[in-house]
């Protein structure tokens, strides 16, 4: 539905570019199909699952490490030669996740494992995401391309849980304008948004905006949802957040 909604929008907004003109080329289709899969469906679906198993601070922050995951790629394809400020960000991400996830003990884990193993899925695939998208919005515009790859990606997902499997009977009124907000608001309009403030602010900008998010979904937990956090995990939270803020304000080459 997400999906549908941003290529009903494409068409209005750039109606000289054809809704299937992404399909023209077999090369093109074969990255679209690899970033609707491995980019769309596993950044989304680890993300929730991360939320499922823990919660949407602790997910959140786990994902928006991405940044450090692409740094490393870089490193090691050597294609960018290791700066000191890249050991800052892995140091710092480092030191924040263990005292995030441990709490400053190593005995036990102050979050369940597979909420963390989601997380760090959410941040891998989060950095394919937005390394292998590239070559795809450099032909197209990126509501296209994120538009047909929620679609790929939904359909993908139909054959491991079937839309008529679902019991919409059985779901309150509660239920329903929570998942239509997420369709929409939280996804469709959400991303839309996002790439239409690139029309009046810069990139690094936009991006700086964007470190609300985890900082929203903390306080968003402990207000809303009364999760708590002890004195360690937040002492991780707020490097990571520093971490976030650093990656944001770095300038960023053409």
Do not use: C
Request: a neutral charge.
């Amino acid at each position: 539905m997400s999906g549908v909604f941003l290529l009903i929008v494409h068409r209005f907004m750039s109606a000289d570019i054809p809704v299937f003109s992404i399909f023209r080329e077999k090369i093109v289709v074969t990255r679209l199909v690899i970033f609707s899969i491995l980019g769309m469906l596993l950044v989304q679906y680890s993300y929730m699952a991360s939320i499922d198993y823990g919660n949407a601070a602790i997910a959140t922050l786990l994902q928006y490490i991405a940044p450090v995951y692409i740094i490393i790629w870089y490193v090691l394809r050597g294609q960018d030669r290791i700066k000191s400020f890249d050991i800052l960000a892995i140091s710092l991400t480092l030191t924040g996740t263990i005292l995030l996830l441990t709490n400053g003990s190593f005995e036990s884990l102050s979050v369940p494992m597979p909420s963390i193993v989601w997380g760090v899925i959410s941040g891998l695939s989060l950095a394919f995401y937005t390394i292998y998208a590239r070559q795809l919005l450099i032909r197209f515009p990126s509501i296209l391309v994120v538009g047909w790859a929620m679609i790929i990606a939904g359909v993908v997902m139909n054959f491991i849980h079937p839309l008529w499997d679902v019991d919409i009977g059985a779901m309150d009124m509660m239920t329903v304008l929570v998942l239509l907000f997420g369709i929409f608001a939280g996804t469709a309009i959400a991303f839309w948004f996002f790439i239409k403030s690139l029309e009046y602010i810069t990139a690094k900008e936009t991006t700086l905006f964007g470190t609300i998010e985890p900082l929203a979904a903390i306080v968003a937990s402990v207000l809303w949802l009364n999760v708590s956090f002890q004195s360690w995990q937040l002492a991780g939270m707020f490097l990571i957040l520093v971490l976030i803020t650093m990656l944001s304000l770095k300038k960023q080459s053409e």
